[in-house]
């Protein structure tokens, strides 16, 4: 990026947030304010409207107004979109959601490592983040039966449609009967929890997989949802669980080893208690 006179703009200032893989379809957003002094600028992409613009200030979202959202795909209803991935919600039964791997020309710019992975992705489909994230579900449910409930959104087959193959799953519901927002809708969108709260929930989360061994280390905001408890406290529920076998290590070292991998989820806990009270506690993260 071009440094802009009077702001001191740098490449490192400019951020791509891919945890708004699993920002709703109605509710996007995009800054009209001009840049001043201390702001970096950070995109949000993978939603599903044209990229969103956001400045922030100390990593806080200073003003944001609404665009317009795309509320299906092929015909299909939108829960949230990612990088690589879209899931939509099953025309034929609402209590499921349907997950399909994105067109090439449809996927956000990665790096040459994550370039390769999606060419062999299409060359083996067993490769694919569909396949890997049925495996994965599979291989805990082997080890942990039902001591997986309430954590992981189940993962049933995969299933061939018009639109293309598509991961079956469980559509996480609340309550009333609509889906439940993804963590990151709960910081960024509609902040309506506190950051203790949520930060519990984090713990408990953790605890979980600590407790169980399970490598999972992809702890981003776009790959929770969030329910309410009848005791008001908060429960993460993870819809995305591919990095049990997938990550971006070249040697799985964190896979071999427990003492590394529990040392790695610790991280990534804390590295995502950290997010929450910078988006919900500014003030209070910085002391």
């Avoid at 956001?54 to 959202?69: D, G, K, M």
């Avoid at 495996?135 to 409930?149: E, Q, S």
């Avoid at 399970?214 to 995305?240: K, S, W, Y």
């Avoid at 070292?253 to 910078?278: D, P, Q, Y």
Wanted: contains cysteine; hydrophobic residues 40%; positive net charge.
């Amino acid at each position: 990026m071009r440094k802009m006179r009077g702001h001191g703009w740098r490449r490192a200032d400019c951020c791509l947030h891919l945890e708004a893989a699993c920002l709703p379809a109605t509710r996007t957003n995009r800054t009209v304010m001009p840049a001043k002094a201390g702001m970096t600028l950070a995109i949000g992409s993978a939603s599903n409207s044209p990229t969103p613009w956001t400045f922030v200030r100390q990593n806080r979202r200073v003003h944001t107004l609404p665009s317009a959202p795309m509320t299906h795909w092929q015909g299909l209803e939108i829960i949230s979109r990612g990088a690589n991935r879209i899931c939509v919600r099953d025309p034929g039964d609402p209590t499921l959601c349907l997950k399909f791997e994105l067109p090439p020309a449809e996927r956000t710019r990665v790096g040459p490592r994550q370039t390769l992975r999606r060419w062999l992705a299409r060359v083996l489909p067993s490769l694919g983040e569909n396949a890997t994230e049925l495996r994965a579900y599979r291989r805990l449910r082997t080890r942990l039966g039902d001591g997986m409930a309430g954590r992981l959104a189940t993962c049933h087959d995969l299933s061939v449609r018009t639109q293309g193959t598509a991961l079956r799953c469980d559509c996480v519901l609340r309550e009333d009967g609509s889906v439940a927002q993804s963590l990151y809708h709960h910081l960024f969108v509609d902040p309506r929890y506190p950051a203790v709260a949520l930060c519990a929930a984090v713990d408990s989360f953790e605890s979980w997989l600590l407790q169980n061994d399970i490598p999972l280390f992809d702890l981003n905001a776009g790959n929770f949802v969030v329910l309410e408890q009848p005791d008001r406290t908060l429960r993460l529920v993870c819809v995305d669980a591919k990095s049990v076998l997938s990550g971006k290590e070249i040697l799985p070292f964190s896979r071999w080893s427990t003492r590394l991998m529990r040392r790695k989820i610790e991280r990534r806990a804390e590295r995502l208690r950290m997010r929450i009270r910078a988006a919900l506690d500014p003030a209070g993260s910085l002391q």
